[in-house]
Structures are given as structure tokens and as C-alpha cells.
């Protein structure tokens, strides 16, 4: 199975909203909730900022947003500050015990 | 606070073995599902391989399936994955990571990764 879609990049200006996308197919992100977001900076471990959608584990701010619409799931992140600038990651399950990753999105805060 | 410390990484030969070990501390190990997902230089997250809290159920990536063993001893705390015929496209980062209670299918607890190189 492929992939998931994620631009390339994406950035915004300090306290301004960016949302980042990631389309799927019906099989995977369209057919199932288990949708989450990571995020990653440069030689560090990934962290979880949101699951099944849009549930936010402890600790991770509420600027930090999710939705989906059909085969797409969205992140959005409100408010931008410094250290949101880094990788961000999709992933969802794609059913036969299969879980798919995004590509990655750069996000640059200018 | 839960601590996942992987260990086991190296350089090793096209066709060799090697033994991933994630020693986890700070929760009730046998209650979560854990993962392995891996990262080659410079490119994105690949999911690997995921089992159930009891070890009794296993899941395996296509790019990986027949070539690696996922594991665990809930004695010890310790997730495993031995990997098999390594390729050089398994040259990557590998992360061990804890399932939040309510989604199997995701990790809210990460290891620092260790490296695992194949080259001859």
C-alpha cells in the first residue's frame, strides 16, 4: 500500500494558524478513526500530538487541532510559535494490521 | 515516567541477523500494544512491525513480513525484533513505542531509536 499525501511544506508567520493535510483512500484514512499526527524535531524522537483524529495525549497545547472529511485528515496548529517549526507526520490504519505513515510536512515558522 | 531504551543496532552485512532489544520502565508493561517504526537517513517515518499487550497477537509491514520476528518477554519488560536477510533498504533509525491505552494503532511514548545499518 502507498503512502499517505502530505505536502512537502507548509509555514506561517508567529501566532498566525497553518493546517497541514493528508489524503488517504477509503481503505485507510476515509474507512477508519485511527488517524494520528507526530511531530518530529531534527534528531529527536517523534512525539504524539494528536490520535484518533483529534483526541490530544497530556501535555500537548490546544492550539493543536485535528479533523478529517472523507479521505483527508487535517492538522491544524493555532497561534504559531517558535517551536512548533519541525516535521510533522500522519499516519492511520489502513485495516489488516497495517499502519501507513505520511510522507512528512516541513513546517517553517517565518 | 516511562522510559523505552532500545539497544541492539549496528552495522551489519546483506543477508545477516540482527537483535532489536526496548527495555521499557514506568508502566504496567503486559497492559499496552508496542511498535517498532523505522526511519531511514534523511526520509520519513515507516511503521515495521506492532504486537498486543499479551503478545499474542503480531503485525508485520509487507517490506518486512517472512524477514522479521516481533516479541516480547513481559518478564522482563523487553520488546524484541530480530530481523532477518537484511537488506540495505533496511538501513534506518528503529524507534520502539508504547500504544496509548485506547488506540493500538498509535505511539505516545518513543525510545531515542537505535541505528541499524546494512552494508557490505
Known amino acids: 500500500q502507498s503512502a499517505l499525501t502530505q505536502p512537502p511544506s507548509a509555514s506561517g508567520s508567529p501566532g498566525q494558524s497553518v493546517t497541514i493535510s493528508c489524503t488517504g483512500t477509503s481503505s485507510d484514512v476515509g474507512r477508519y478513526n485511527y488517524v494520528s499526527w507526530y511531530q518530529q524535531h531534527p534528531g529527536k524522537a517523534p512525539k504524539l500530538m494528536l490520535y484518533e483524529i483529534s483526541k490530544r495525549p497530556s501535555g500537548v497545547p490546544d492550539r493543536f487541532s485535528g479533523s478529517k472529511s472523507g479521505n483527508t485528515a487535517s492538522l491544524t496548529v493555532s497561534g504559531l510559535q517558535l517551536e512548533d517549526e519541525a516535521d510533522y507526520y500522519c499516519s492511520s490504519f489502513a485495516g489488516s494490521g497495517n499502519l501507513l505513515f505520511g510522507g512528512g510536512t516541513k513546517l517553517t515558522v517565518l | ?120
Do not use: H
Open chain 2, 1 to 120: 515516567e516511562v522510559q523505552l531504551l532500545e539497544s541492539g543496532g549496528g552495522l551489519v552485512q546483506p543477508g545477516g541477523s540482527l537483535r532489536l532489544s526496548c527495555a521499557a520502565s514506568g508502566f504496567t508493561f503486559v497492559t499496552y500494544g508496542m511498535s517498532w517504526v523505522r526511519q531511514a537517513p534523511g526520509k520519513g517515518l515507516q511503521w515495521v512491525s506492532a504486537i498486543t499487550g499479551s503478545g499474542g497477537n503480531t503485525y508485520y509491514a509487507d517490506s518486512v513480513k517472512g524477514r522479521f520476528t516481533i516479541s516480547r518477554d513481559n518478564s522482563k519488560n523487553t520488546l524484541y525484533l530480530l530481523m532477518n536477510s537484511l537488506r540495505a533498504e533496511d538501513t534506518a533509525v528503529y524507534y520502539c513505542a508504547k500504544a496509548p491505552i485506547d488506540d493500538f494503532w498509535s505511539g505516545c511514548d518513543w525510545g531515542q531509536g537505535t541505528l541499524v545499518t546494512v552494508s557490505s
